[in-house]
């Protein structure tokens, strides 16, 4: 069974660019979030997706956009990219459509950004 | 707001030492709380998951714990091994299909 795939696992951007990141769920795994890591602050809470819908937004600004498609895979884009943008950006697919006591999260590899 | 604090934040044992990481939650109102692995440039694996209606799991050498009440958990590896190293991460869900972070604790086992 696949797990999640992020593509591009690396890129390089220079500020004011904007990029897209995209993600493909397992299998049968209806809801996908998106998670934010640096070193400074952490693993931080992006959005997450069920079913086309974006049920939760964390605290980014509007450059930070995403989208689901019908076949679940996802994709994420930052607009306007400045050097604090450089991060590992996390993908994480599930198959449960509610928060829940069993929801287990599978996590992708991570796409890597640097901002120059 | 729920604030998740991992102590210690760096961690170094000999091989074969049992060890106990530590996590911490501010809002006890949880649906679960999960521990991860991370090896260094790579995605979380997730090791244990406890729902909110229960008070451990166990999967090989690591065992977790919850204790809602006092908003803790525990993760403790028994017999630690140079392949056990890497950063731990706790995680709890709250509301709002979203998981809240600690910092991690990164483990060191030398052989």
């Known amino acids: 069974k696949a797990g999640v795939t992020q593509t591009p696992r690396y890129l390089i951007k220079t500020r004011g660019q904007q990029v897209t990141l995209s993600c493909s769920p397992i299998?049968?795994?209806?809801?996908v979030s998106w998670y934010q890591q640096t070193p400074g602050q952490g693993l931080q809470f992006l959005f997450e997706?069920?079913?086309?819908?974006?049920?939760n937004k964390g605290n980014f600004p509007g450059r930070f956009s995403g989208r689901q498609f019908s076949n679940s895979r996802s994709e994420m884009n930052v607009s306007t990219l400045e050097l604090g943008d450089s991060a590992l950006y996390l993908c994480?697919?599930?198959?449960?459509?509610?928060?829940?006591?069993?929801?287990?999260?599978?996590f992708g590899a991570g796409s890597r950004l640097t901002v120059l | 707001k729920q604030e998740v604090t991992q102590i210690p934040a760096a961690l170094s044992v000999p091989e074969g030492e049992n060890l106990v990481l530590n996590c911490s939650f501010t809002?006890?109102?949880?649906?679960?709380l999960q521990w991860f692995r991370q090896d260094p440039g790579k995605g979380l694996t997730s090791l244990l998951l406890i729902q909110s209606s229960q008070r451990e799991q166990t999967s090989g050498r690591l065992n977790a714990s919850l204790d809602k009440s006092s908003g803790r958990s525990t993760l403790y590896i028994a017999a630690s091994q140079p392949g056990d190293s890497a950063t731990y991460l706790c995680a709890v869900e709250d509301s709002g299909y979203a998981l809240n972070f600690g910092k991690g604790t990164s483990l060191l086992v030398t052989p």
């Open positions: 994480a697919s599930s198959q449960k459509g509610q928060s829940s006591g069993a929801n287990v999260l599978t």
């Open positions: 809002d006890s109102a949880i649906y679960n």
């Open positions: 299998s049968g795994h209806r809801s």
């Open positions: 997706y069920f079913s086309e819908t974006q049920r």
